[in-house]
């Protein structure tokens, strides 16, 4: 019965010629070269013959794209102004069709609105779920050893790639979206098929705050004595609120565009940008993993100290080494489900340490009182405190995906309202109340400040140490082929070994190193990327023009300013 509902697919054919489809119809097909080298292949393998059709389907819509006749765009045009609520003999005999048209019916007789349909058949559902998040780059890992990768794309790949406003017989939905962008800034959603995901605005929200609120939250307390009390409160807040802002941009950029990220920058500026903002997360979160590094050594070092009595001492390449052997292997993990329950895990450690700082700040405020040894204003360490600000508030590359997974996507700038609301709160008070309490004599880890050693504070300790080591896997997607998979090993472990250098030699100045991740790393593609792409592709008003070209020179002015200082003040 399967392959009698797939044979009717060669029926179908109104939305396949997308060329975003036949993209993503490639990527699931055994080889995309010799169409009769396919369909024998396709033979050979365990029920080959129900995906036979999905092979002479895909090679169909490949003629009809490659085709030059003029006549076939007018009929696309009529196809795609079929009210989508009308059924005909053609769509009754698309896989499920007999249903959806009696249960489409039915809703009628009964005075309902018909049923909203994710996809209409299987041929939508691998444009839908056959990539993630709207990215669709070549991954070379899937082919053996000895392939040529520059072989892969076929002439429908190469043609569908140089697809512009001067190709002929575009798809008529393309035809008037995809404009030239140097003579139209204003873009629609044409490169990713619609889709609807399941979270509510609760899950959303515990998401944003497991995304924002980790180590750097812990860095806070020694920014507040780089900046001053008074200036880190309103910096903090100014900090919030712009990051806030952008992310809202980079929303509307997506909804007006389509795609990730990366994408956003590609259509609007083409590869180089989108290169460029990849190569930002890359740099970002390189920096990330040197601060775990660092941070886990010294909380070991604290930790052995403690239980030794100051009588053990373990030099810091030791324990960095130490580290770097534990990472790489984790590091050759390939798929991310794979660390489900130790990230769970770690999410509940982050957790318990948070409650433990700010549960012992209270007790320790309501005992001894403050410290009145802290300053207003720290006129000679200030911009230390932005960069580890900007810092502790990097997330934005998670936005898209997040609203994207929502049922109700309209409602996500007010959820990530909220969840910025209860971030900059918590950040408020580990920050604001332990600088309060210890004053300049705050550590930049915290931990080492709240009753350290105790055997509670030594076990915390230990436990979000254990968070950070098991959030610290860069993972990736691998796929067959062995010779590659031990190269990107062996890249991999290098890579590794030197965030463990840097992490060496930067961890006698974690401050200046957080502040310079910030400032270098965080800033262009928290402020400066999404207002530069908002400026170029969605705003059309001239208060919204002038406000994106704010954001922008203080991005650039900023990420220059702070850097320059930070290196400045490394000792």
């Known amino acids: 019965m399967s392959s009698t509902i797939l044979a009717k697919t060669s029926q179908y054919i109104p939305d396949a010629s997308l060329p975003y489809l036949v993209k993503t119809i490639n990527s699931h097909l055994v080889n995309n070269e010799d169409y009769t ?158 889709q609807t995901g399941t979270a509510s605005e609760g899950k959303t929200m515990f998401l944003l705050l497991k995304a924002f609120i980790g180590t750097g939250i812990l860095f806070l307390p020694k920014a507040f004595s780089n900046g001053g009390m008074l200036f880190s409160l309103i910096s903090l807040a100014f900090s919030g609120w712009l990051t806030y802002f952008t992310m809202i941009l980079l929303i509307r950029c997506s909804e007006h565009i389509g795609g990730s990220y990366g994408d956003i920058g590609k259509q609007l500026f083409g590869k180089p940008f989108k290169i460029m903002i990849q190569g930002s997360i890359a740099l970002t979160q390189s920096g990330f993993c040197c601060a775990y590094i660092i941070f886990v050594l010294q909380s070991v070092k604290s930790i052995i100290s403690t239980v030794g009595n100051g009588s053990l001492i373990i030099p810091d390449w030791v324990i960095i080494t130490a580290q770097v052997l534990i990472y790489i292997p984790l590091s050759w993990i390939r798929k991310i489900q794979n660390f489900s329950i130790t990230s769970l895990v770690a999410d509940v450690f982050i957790l318990i340490g948070l409650v433990y700082i700010i549960s012992s700040d209270l007790f320790i405020i309501s005992s001894n009182g403050h410290s009145n040894n802290y300053t207003l204003f720290n006129s000679d360490k200030f911009p230390l405190f932005l960069g580890t600000a900007i810092f502790a508030y990097e997330g934005i590359g998670l936005i898209i995906p997040l609203q994207r997974s929502m049922k109700e996507p309209e409602k996500f700038p007010k959820v990530l309202r909220n969840s910025m609301y209860i971030i900059s709160l918590a950040m408020f008070i580990v920050g604001g109340l332990s600088y309060y309490i210890f004053g300049d004599d705050v550590h930049t880890i915290i931990f080492m400040n709240v009753f350290p050693d105790s055997i509670v504070g030594t076990v915390v300790r230990a436990l979000y140490t254990l968070a950070i080591v098991f959030s610290f896997p860069l993972t990736y997607t691998g796929k067959n082929s062995q010779f590659i998979k031990w190269m990107k090993n062996v890249f991999r472990a290098v890579f590794v070994s030197c965030l463990g250098v840097i992490a060496y030699y930067g961890a006698s100045n974690l401050d200046n190193f957080v502040s310079i991740i910030g400032s270098s790393c965080c800033i262009p593609l928290m402020f400066i990327y999404p207002a530069m792409l908002h400026y170029y592709g969605v705003a059309e008003k001239p208060s919204e023009k002038m406000t994106d070209i704010g954001v922008i020179i203080f991005g650039v002015i900023s990420t220059i300013w702070i850097t320059k200082l930070s290196l400045e003040e490394w000792k």
């Open 37 to 194: 080298e396919n369909i024998n292949k396709v033979y050979n393998l365990k029920g080959g013959d129900v995906a036979r059709d999905i092979y002479n389907f895909n090679e169909k819509i490949k003629r009809t794209i490659l085709s030059k006749r003029s006549k076939s765009e007018p009929n696309l045009y009529e196809l795609n102004k079929k009210n989508e609520n009308d059924f005909n003999i053609s769509d009754i005999s698309t896989p499920g069709g007999f249903r959806r048209e009696f249960m489409s019916s039915n809703a009628k007789k009964q005075g309902k609105a018909p049923p909203n349909w994710i996809t209409s058949n299987f041929i939508d559902f691998l444009a839908l779920y056959g990539h993630y998040a709207g990215d669709d780059d070549f991954d070379e890992d899937y082919y053996s050893e000895g392939y040529d990768s520059s072989k892969y794309k076929s002439k429908i790949n190469i043609e569908i790639d140089n697809m512009n406003e001067n190709t002929p017989l575009l798809n008529v939905n393309m035809s008037q979206n995809t404009i030239n962008p140097r003579k139209n800034r204003k873009y629609r959603k044409n490169n990713v098929p619609s």
